[in-house]
T-cell receptor, first 116, second 113 residues
Framework: AQTVTQSQPEMSVQEAETVTLSCTYDTSESDYYLFWYKQPPSRQMILVIRQEAYKQQNATENRFSVNFQKAAKSFSLKISDSQLGDAAMYFCAYRSRGGSQGNLIFGKGTKLSVKP | NAGVMQNPRHLVRRRGQEARLRCSPMKGHSHVYWYRQLPEEGLKFMVYLQKENIIDESGMPKERFSAEFPKEGPSILRIQQVVRGDSAAYFC???????????FGQGTRLTVV
């Protein structure tokens, strides 16, 4: 069975600085998706970025980028120029490309604080 | 275009009562997923439904929990005879197709007293 591990329960970053959140996963599959979701205090789950395993190029979305290391099964999220609005829980998630088609497997999350 | 709508946002039930959680997917979406989030935990998959069909219920507890997505109306997650351990946030997500991006609702926080 696939697992997702986020080893940093909490992280803190100074406004305008850069922070990296770690995520590792375990799978025997070769084709899958990886995601980072943001959950602010409102509890809404917001998709931040996604990566398809067959793509070697790291995904980027504005200030958010990932470092995808398929062999190491590592998928870290880098937030550049951190803003106060980035403060939230961040969840890493895995989904098989086939199978049940939608079954996301989540890590336990990292709580990010942004200091003004 | 309204997003995924869940209601109620908060639900309090006494032990032994029934809880009904509703989820209206985004317009045009026919795939619905339910997840449960316990305190200090990530979301855990419960069930995947299409209209009138349960596709995958591998994450559903064997007893007291059921889900449906009728031809008309919202998807319903039903918990019978609730216990304190059922207290959690329950999230619904919907997608246009099975492999398309899933959009989440704001969740229902169930508290069992």
């Amino acid at each position: 069975a696939q697992t997702v591990t986020q080893s940093q329960p909490e992280m803190s970053v100074q406004e305008a600085e850069t922070v990296t959140l770690s995520c590792t996963y375990d799978t025997s599959e070769s084709d899958y998706y990886l995601f980072w979701y943001k959950q602010p205090p409102s509890r809404q789950m917001i998709l931040v970025i996604r990566q398809e395993a067959y793509k070697q190029q790291n995904a980027t979305e504005n200030r958010f980028s990932v470092n995808f290391q398929k062999a190491a099964k590592s998928f870290s999220l880098k937030i550049s120029d951190s803003q106060l609005g980035d403060a939230a829980m961040y969840f890493c998630a895995y989904r098989s490309r086939g199978g049940s088609q939608g079954n996301l497997i989540f890590g336990k999350g990292t709580k990010l604080s942004v200091k003004p | 275009n309204a997003g995924v709508m869940q209601n109620p946002r908060h639900l309090v039930r006494r032990r032994g009562q029934e809880a009904r959680l509703r989820c209206s997917p985004m317009k045009g979406h026919s795939h619905v997923y339910w997840y449960r989030q316990l305190p200090e935990e990530g979301l855990k998959f419960m069930v995947y439904l299409q209209k009138e069909n349960i596709i995958d219920e591998s994450g559903m507890p064997k007893e007291r929990f059921s889900a449906e997505f009728p031809k008309e109306g919202p998807s319903i997650l039903r918990i019978q005879q609730v216990v304190r351990g059922d207290s959690a946030a329950y999230f619904c997500a919907s997608s246009l197709r099975g492999l398309a991006e899933a959009f989440f609702g704001q969740g229902t926080r169930l508290t069992v007293v």
